[in-house]
């Protein structure tokens, strides 16, 4: 299928989407719209990655009446963050059509008299007890995300709890998931009985198959921005390794292909149509069209293909980088990884991640920002500004702050300096305790996890000793872990982009700067380098 236009969505509509860059539906797009737009129920796989925000964002502006004065969908998703993103996109097609779309977080005006609202279980509860929000005029219900929602008891028993306030007796139904968990199966069966299934197989639980024909690797480098500095560095490491004359970019649209081309100039990097050898980025959007400049290259250094982000469906990842003799990478950000391992494992191709493409000294850079930041925060500088003064007269500010700078790694390092923007791997003297650093992950209780899940994902995918892993911290939404300081880098770049319990990981620094928000702001231990806190391990720590 060409054009939306043959789904019978509104012209508005679809020039708010052909501005956005999308300009044909996906597989997915082409089943869920028209079913959607009838006012059917529906179970559908798919995740972030696959098209689905617009697959039932559009269906839904198309065939409700704007203005009501009280929301006519809910939408309800795992995630705050989520959310406000979702709700943000989708509310600049209804622009187009006179809806309002809005979220209960994120700072949206007058969310109870949106037409279609965003929002987690917990909050709409809340809302609705306040009479914040009332839903009597409700006629379709999505949940995005049904599998993160269900899996978790305590988060099932509030989206039960939630559910009760919609008025889902005749109302529209739409439960989306990646994958179809049993979880999800059950309450589809149990509530909407009637559900079309797309793709058709989509509630069938999945029988062991004949593992395809391994057709080659796939990169993976997950990002939260998926496009932008991520991209100008990922092309910086693909014509850097020397192994390829050039780096072939898919896109969804012309529009996203004509952004980057102008990014990618700004650093140097010159772009044209594949096959141009005078250019070494090819920026594509026809995939057909790029795999045959791709067949006509004689040059013996290979093209690598990257999809920037996910492709849609597997004949979409198999037209971009079935046969390429360098493989392919794909940028996408770390919520549609759950989509990229199912095409992957359906088109029979071994997944590999990548890590971040940054340097030893923008950690040390980040680091010793957050030194300064405490000091500047916490510490009376007064005393310092008078004995400092006569060596800024004479040498200036910023060279009496890189000469500060200098000192302190050059105390911090002991006997053995590290030059400027490098890493020290010096360790403690025997008998003295071991640094801890605390890390910042972006899953808690609510995704499932729990204190023997995470030491057992630091330590198999770090590849690093249990007794370097100290205090294992469980919070509603994210986890704090103490790890010791010769490894956290290491921790940190292994579990970027992996998933636990079926939920996309983000490792940080913790930026708490060793304040515990749990503790009223006090030091919730010794603090560490870069005024993080950091303990020992403990044998009951990771218990807690």
Known sequence: ????????????????????????????????????RKGNSALIRGGPGAGVLVSYGTALLDRLDAGQGSPLAVVLVPERPEAVRKARALARAAITTGHRVAALSGSFALPGRADILFATPADLLAATRTAEVKLDGVVAWVLDGAAALLEDPHASAVLSDALEAVPTGEAQGIVIAEPITPEVREFTQSHLPRAVHIPSDAATPAEPEEAPVQRGTLRI??????????????????????????????????????????LLALHGFLSGAPGEPDFPVW??????????????DSDENPVVAVSVGSPTD?????????????????LAPARQIPHLRRLGSEAGYALEFLSPPTRASEDAARRMHDMVRRAVEEADLAPYHGLLQPAVREFGSPQVSAALAWLLRSRSSGPKTSAPGTESETRPAPGAPVPFLRLFLSIGS????????????????????????GRIDIRDTFSRVDVSERVAARVIEALNGITVKGRSVRADYDRSIGRDPGTGGKESGPRAPGGRTGRGPGRGARDR
Request: aromatic residues 2%; without cysteine.
């Open 221 to 262: 480098l997950a990002s939260e921005q998926g496009a932008g500095q991520d991209l100008v560095a990922l092309v910086d490491r693909v014509l850097g390794d020397g192994d390829a004359h050039h780096a072939l970019l898919f896109f969804r649209g012309e529009d996203r292909a004509a952004d980057a081309a102008d």
């Open 446 to 469: 609510r995704d499932g996890v729990g204190p023997g899940d995470l030491l057992g994902a630091i330590t198999g995918e770090a590849g690093v000793k249990g007794d370097e892993v």
């Open 283 to 296: 920026l594509a959007v026809d995939a057909m069209e790029a795999r045959r400049a791709i067949d006509a």
């Open 314 to 330: 597997v004949d979409e990842l198999d037209r971009r980088h079935g046969g390429s003799r360098a493989g392919g990478v794909v």
């Open 1 to 36: 299928m060409e054009s939306f236009e043959d789904l019978g969505l509104k012209p508005e509509l679809i020039e708010s989407l052909i501005a956005e860059g999308i300009e044909r539906p996906t597989h997915l797009q082409e089943e869920v719209i028209p079913t959607l």
